[in-house]
T-cell receptor, first 112, second 118 residues
Framework: KQEVTQIPAALSVPEGENLVLNCSFT??????LQWFRQDPGKGLTSLLL?????REQTSGRLNASLDKSSGRSTLYIAASQPGDSATYLC???????????FGKGTSLLVTP | GAVVSQHPSRVICKSGTSVKIECRSL??????MFWYRQFPKKSLMLMAT?????????EQGVEKDKFLINHASLTLSTLTVTSAHPEDSSFYIC??????????????FGPGTRLTVL
């Protein structure tokens, strides 16, 4: 079973800063990795999906990378804004079943 | 992105009653749906994998007779919490996997259902 760890657990930055959220996973035979955003009391919004054959994916100010050999993924947020404040979850799917194993998330606060 | 709906969004019930939660994929056919639960300030824990037309696969420690899952069509899966007790109070979230197209394999999540058992 895929074990997923996210560091840091919480992060506070001033508006405009670039930041990196880290995710590590135990099984290098990962099928895909997905980054989500969750606002308080709400469901999950999919941000980026990286297939095992890919190294990175980009969407707007977001860039996610995947390094299977080291068991790491990073989510890079450029020019952070207060609206980016949320919990960011990393989740990996193993080769079978496609079910996602989630990290505990990084709670991000971007201050004006 | 694709839309997955859940109903109800919030339910309060008495201990011993059963509660049904619906999960619908609105703009794609989902052969596989997943049910997760999330405790306060914790991450999501997979409960079961729901495959259309077959029995659900439950994770270790999840009682299949307590959490009944039905995936009768490619756009609808239901989770029924039977004889609910206060310890079942949680945030239940479903997801649907898009099996095709440019977003293949992406899981889209519903908005969640907050269950409170008194």
């Amino acid at each position: 079973k895929q074990e997923v760890t996210q560091i840091p657990a919480a992060l506070s930055v001033p508006e405009g800063e670039n930041l990196v959220l880290n995710c590590s996973f135990t099984d290098s035979a990962i099928y895909n990795l997905q980054w989500f955003r969750q606002d308080p009391g709400k469901g999950l919004t999919s941000l980026l999906l990286i297939q095992s054959s890919q190294r990175e994916q980009t969407s707007g100010r977001l860039n996610a990378s995947l390094d299977k050999s080291s068991g790491r993924s990073t989510l890079y947020i450029a020019a952070s804004q207060p609206g980016d404040s949320a919990t960011y979850l990393c989740a990996g799917a193993s080769n079978s079943g496609y079910a996602l194993n989630f990290g505990k998330g990084t709670s991000l606060l971007v201050t004006p | 992105g694709a839309v997955v709906s859940q109903h109800p969004s919030r339910v309060i019930c008495k201990s011993g009653t059963s509660v049904k939660i619906e999960c619908r994929s609105l703009d794609f056919q989902a052969t596989t749906m997943f049910w997760y639960r999330q405790f306060p300030k914790k991450s999501l824990m997979l409960m079961a994998t729901s495959n259309e037309g077959s029995k659900a696969t439950y994770e270790q420690g999840v009682e299949k007779d307590k959490f009944l899952i039905n995936h009768a069509s490619l756009t609808l899966s239901t989770l029924t919490v039977t004889s609910a007790h206060p310890e079942d109070s949680s945030f239940y979230i479903c997801s649907a996997r898009n099996p095709s197209g440019t977003s293949a394999d992406t899981q889209y999540f519903g908005p969640g259902t907050r269950l409170t058992v008194l």
